[in-house]
């Protein structure tokens, strides 16, 4: 079970922290929901409790992984399937699965196609949410500004 304040991941929406837990009664149901504010953007969502775990809320990654990831992102890109449908599909996986580290590969896979071929609309969303994912971590486990993020991606992908 997480604490109101403490720092977490959810994926697909990314790291920020629980600002409360709130009880709600949908249908006669009453459950115990996470109130979980994102660091990146003005957005706010609610977790329930009792299934937090199974989605894959977890606690945020430590200083020295951040720096694995930032390495990881200057790693040469992997090859992905040529077939739109299939690189997408393995890629929504990877950012399904919450693991900042699948997380930087679809960034710095996609950043990289982008880069040499650009990106269908599809692709391009799926960057940005990726990229929205990876930044809210890096600027809560850093405290540093999402611009300064935004930079160290950048430097890291291609430098």
């Known amino acids: 079970m997480f604490s109101i304040g403490e720092k977490v991941v959810y994926p697909m929406h990314g790291a920020g922290i629980i600002e409360k837990i709130e009880t709600k009664k949908i249908l006669d149901d009453e459950r115990d929901y996470y109130v979980m504010k994102i660091s990146y953007g003005d957005m706010k969502v609610m977790i329930p409790v009792d ?66 071929k650009g990106l269908s609309t599809g692709e391009r969303k799926m960057l940005m949410n990726a990229k929205h994912i990876l930044l809210s971590e890096i600027v809560l486990v850093n405290d540093m500004k999402i611009e300064d993020a935004e930079l160290m991606i950048e430097k890291a992908v291609f430098e």
Do not use: C, Q
């Not at 951040?66 to 929504?92: C, F, Q, S």
């Not at 900042?100 to 982008?114: C, G, K, P, T, Y």
């Open 51 to 116: 299934n937090s775990i199974e989605i894959g809320m977890r606690r945020i990654e430590s200083r020295e992984r951040i720096d694995e990831v930032i390495k990881l992102l200057g790693e040469e890109p992997t090859v992905m399937p040529e077939n739109w449908n299939r690189r997408y599909r393995e890629n929504a996986v990877k950012l399904k699965s919450g693991n900042i580290f699948s997380v930087a590969e679809v960034v710095r896979n996609l950043m990289h196609s982008d880069r040499k």
